[in-house]
């Protein structure tokens, strides 16, 4: 037995949707014109639309223009979609042509039918409420989904800001725990000069500050929206009360700090606001790349790799390798900053793309934007949680690199010059003995000296000090 339908109509004619459904026929070309990406809208910029048409339907009640009973209940119904009660209705795929206007109309039917229901009536009353004439009076798709994009954003950049203050946190421990553990530093990954692993902890948690600084800094960015200059930022159809109150209320929703474009035409056509965020997520991205390859770098082997520290096991790393433990995590977040940096050239490509009056790829940029912003939250969380907080250093290891090899010998040349400092190396290199006996045993350095000079506390030293005041 079929189930019940009811019957819809718009500009192209009638078509019947389920009857329970709270999506309508505009919903349904939708999803039969869009099947690509198989991915629904990200749900955090859902629940910023439903913020969005909370506050201008809120405006439409103080300004008299929606009566109370109904503008009410589509408050209510917008309430419910920002706290993500409604997701399941929102079917549009990510991807969509449009410039956004099939979520913006997936979301007119589903708080317009929710809004029927709450006051008692039939879904698809639209002659009480209508997802056009009420749900989307005084709006147009080209304002509020950018103003949606922006809250949604806003809301991602805090989450992730607090993932890189967790990631900061847990390598600013290490720093401190891990401060008196020598080791060899390298430069163009060929031995350098000493340094400890406290002080390689502590410049990995200095570029997650940078990045956090950046983070917190660009919400600048996305603060200023075009939320009632509806089709092309002129304000057609609104009227100028509502233009310069809207904004008011969504802040008062949002609780950020949002402000109405001074030229709403402007902020309608152009969307380089984030291209611009987006190249401060892919520094980060940047940063986690980097960081997440030192650490597979130094807990490598662990027998024939540097072996220097040593990860948590996360589980078996081999289906046909006996005791085969893998660094996944690192290999995973390095896989999630690649994808931020590709997310960042579409997000360029779709921005520079914009014609005219309108950018039509805006569905695009909100996919990739968000799709970084959760990518790298959840990285920042899942590599300080099981990985950085867990990292050991294997200090045998790291004491056999300093005496076995040469890095040591720059710290030993104010004492006993290149020429000897060369010897040395020489006869490291020849296999006559490890640094440490071979200076001593020349008797150019005692033990005692020796120890200083490739100490944790000299080796931490910014430069060094003439004899006298050591």
């Not at 048409?53 to 503008?71: D, I, V, Y």
């Not at 390298?186 to 000069?193: G, I, K, N, S, Y």
Request: hydrophobic letters at 45%.
């Amino acid at each position: 037995m079929a189930s019940p339908t009811r019957t819809e109509r718009d500009l192209l004619g009638e078509r019947e949707v389920p009857a329970s459904a709270l999506w309508g026929i505009h919903t349904l070309r939708a999803v039969e014109n869009f099947p690509l990406s198989g991915r629904r809208t990200a749900p955090a910029l859902v629940h910023a639309y439903g913020l969005v048409k909370q506050a201008c339907a809120r405006t439409n009640r103080e300004l008299g223009s929606l009566l109370a009973r109904e503008s009410q209940a589509i408050e209510m119904a917008a309430a419910e979609m920002a706290e993500g009660k409604l997701d399941e209705h929102i079917l549009v795929d990510a991807l969509q042509g449009g410039a956004g206007t099939s979520l913006n109309m997936n979301v007119n039917e589903v708080l317009a039918n929710r809004a029927l229901v709450l006051l008692g009536r039939e879904l698809g009353d639209y002659a009480a409420i209508d997802p056009l004439d009420h749900v989307n009076m005084h709006q147009s798709t080209n304002d509020t989904y950018p103003t949606a994009l922006k809250v949604a954003a806003i809301a991602g950049l805090r989450t992730l800001e607090a993932g890189v203050v967790e990631l900061q946190e847990a390598f600013q421990r290490k720093e401190r725990e891990l401060a008196d553990v020598v080791k060899v530093g390298r430069t163009e990954l060929q031995d350098a000069v000493l340094t400890t692993l406290g002080r390689e902890m502590g410049a990995y948690a200095e570029a997650f500050t940078r990045d956090r600084w950046r983070i917190y800094k660009c919400e600048e960015r996305l603060r200023v929206v075009n939320l009632g200059g509806t089709a092309i930022g002129t304000g057609l159809g609104a009227p100028r009360a509502y233009i310069f109150h809207v904004v008011d209320v969504l802040r008062e929703l949002t609780g950020f700090g949002l402000a109405r474009a001074e030229n709403l035409v402007e902020a309608t056509q152009n969307a380089d606001a984030f291209v611009e965020v987006s190249g401060i997520l892919k520094a980060c991205a940047s940063s986690l790349w980097k960081v997440s390859s030192d650490l597979r770098l130094l807990s490598s082997g662990p027998s024939a790799g540097l072996g220097e520290i040593r990860l948590p096991p996360r589980q078996a790393g081999s289906s046909i390798m006996p005791g085969k433990v893998n660094p996944v995590v690192p290999e995973a977040v390095t896989q999630a900053a690649m994808q931020v940096i590709a997310n960042d050239l579409a997000i360029t490509l779709a921005v520079s793309s914009g014609s005219l009056e309108l950018n039509p790829f805006l569905p695009l940029v909100a996919d990739a934007l968000l799709g970084s912003l959760e990518l790298l939250a959840a990285s920042c969380r899942i590599l300080a949680r099981a990985c950085v907080s867990g990292i050991e250093a294997n200090v045998d290891q790291c004491n056999a690199h300093v005496h076995d090899g040469t890095a040591a010998l720059t710290a030993l040349v104010e004492r006993i010059g290149h020429a000897a400092s060369n010897d040395l190396s020489r006869a490291v290199a020849a296999g006559q003995g490890s640094l440490r006996d071979l200076a001593v045993g020349r008797g150019l350095l005692t033990v005692e000296e020796y120890n200083h000079l490739t100490s944790p506390g000299r080796v931490n030293q910014l430069g060094h000090r003439s004899k006298e005041s050591e």
